[in-house]
């Protein structure tokens, strides 16, 4: 697996390298070893699907909190998305900057997520399909979200209109 490091310290593109022939490919997507090598959070518990009928669903900005911070490898399994996380480490040198990516079923790529970043996503294509590999059992009481257009972070999204719901459009400005 190739892994390039994000403007976001810790976060990670993650692109399988692909072993072709006439019938196709074989990659790794996921390697215990590879990720612990870089210091990344290997114990995943939990994974998860999104399944998004409408194009410009937007989902997010989601996050735990301390003690069920989650780790995530996020991979678009079906369709396309744009795939944006913050950074909410106060400690961090990159403490409340975002970024994003595009993330298609046909790319194969992944973004490795650590714990302490808000995500969230924007279908590009109706039928989306995202899959989670997560470090954490989900825990609603430690469950936080930050509005995907809290002018703190000034997002650029892609253009279009979106679909949201009260919960996610709903979350109050950020204050640090």
Same mark, same amino acid.
């Given at each position: 697996?190739? /892994?390039?490091?994000?403007?976001?310290? =810790?976060?990670? *593109? $993650?692109?399988? $390298?692909?072993?072709?022939?006439?019938?196709?490919?074989?990659?790794?997507?996921? #390697?215990?070893?590879?990720?612990?090598? +870089?210091?990344?959070?290997?114990?995943?518990?939990? #994974?998860? &699907?999104? /399944?998004?009928?409408?194009? =410009?669903?937007?989902?997010?900005?989601?996050?735990?909190?301390?003690?069920?911070?989650?780790?995530? +490898? $996020?991979? #678009?399994?079906?369709?396309?998305?744009?795939? $944006? &996380?913050? !950074?909410?480490?106060?400690?961090?040198?990159?403490?409340?900057?975002?970024?994003?990516?595009?993330?298609?079923?046909?790319?194969?790529?992944?973004?490795?997520?650590?714990?302490?970043?808000?995500?969230?996503?924007?279908?590009?294509? !109706?039928?989306?399909? *995202?899959?989670?590999?997560?470090?954490?059992?989900?825990?609603?009481? #430690?469950?936080?979200?930050?509005?995907?257009?809290?002018?703190?972070?000034?997002?650029?999204?892609?253009?279009?209109? &979106?679909? &949201?719901?009260?919960?996610?459009?709903?979350?109050?400005?950020?204050?640090?």
């Amino acid at each position: 697996m190739k /892994f390039m490091e994000t403007s976001l310290k =810790g976060a990670f *593109v $993650v692109e399988p $390298v692909r072993h072709e022939d006439e019938r196709g490919f074989f990659a790794r997507s996921w #390697c215990k070893e590879e990720f612990t090598s +870089l210091g990344l959070n290997a114990g995943l518990l939990q #994974c998860s &699907i999104s /399944f998004n009928k409408q194009k =410009g669903t937007l989902r997010g900005m989601h996050y735990q909190v301390k003690p069920y911070e989650e780790a995530k +490898l $996020v991979r #678009c399994t079906m369709g396309s998305i744009y795939d $944006v &996380i913050i !950074d909410l480490r106060a400690d961090s040198p990159t403490f409340r900057k975002w970024f994003g990516v595009e993330l298609k079923a046909d790319n194969y790529k992944m973004l490795y997520i650590p714990q302490g970043l808000a995500h969230g996503f924007i279908t590009l294509e !109706d039928n989306s399909e *995202v899959f989670y590999q997560i470090s954490e059992f989900y825990h609603p009481e #430690c469950a936080r979200g930050l509005r995907w257009n809290d002018p703190a972070f000034n997002i650029k999204w892609p253009e279009g209109s &979106i679909l &949201i719901n009260a919960r996610d459009s709903g979350y109050p400005d950020f204050k640090s």
